[in-house]
């Protein structure tokens, strides 16, 4: 199972345990700190599941401190700094390393995911400018139709997301309710479908 598959079942599954048994960013102390650390570098799925639940909160609120951007891209980073947790971590010997060095984690995510914005917003704007005024607007109808029609015959649920999150402005957690999803499921479903129609779009229309 790829790790983006693991993290997307923990989002599933375990928002509504969070903090159940053990606080928001620790993992029981210094003892469970290193079981969970040791456990996960030797790829334990419930090892890792136990760090997910305990320390989603933390780095959700420290994407959103360094970021300060919307729900989704704050989701976006903590899942990657998740999955980077799962191939890089090593045994640590107290909670406090291990907070210090998830920290760096998400901050490197952080960094990574607002460079990779810049990039891509400079792109935009030099395919803007080499297109000249009216080259947008060329074949725009044709991907609308193309669009409608693809979202025409996506899974209900998935055509919901869409409508609540673009076209009503719901957050992810009330487009997440009204389906009878938790916000981060919600964020999971609504990324797994934006990529698919990039990548389905890029061979559609030849779009780099």
Known sequence: MLWSDFFLLCELVLPEAEGQSCRDGASEGDAGAVEVSAGMARGSAEHLAEFYRCWFGRAYRSARRMTGGDEALCLDVVQEAMMRTARRVRAVKTSTELGAWFERVVRSCAIDRMRADVRRMRAER?????????????????RLAWLEDVLS???EVD??????RFADGATLAQAGEATGLSGPAAH???RRL???????????????
């Open 194 to 208: 934006l990529d698919s129609l990039r990548r389905i779009g890029k061979e559609r229309f030849g779009d780099e």
């Open 126 to 142: 030099a395919n803007v400018r080499e297109e000249g005024p009216d080259g947008p607007v060329q074949g725009v109808a044709e």
């Open 153 to 155: 015959r996506a899974d």
């Open 159 to 164: 055509r919901r997301l869409v409508r609540l």
């Open 188 to 190: 999971g479903r609504l």
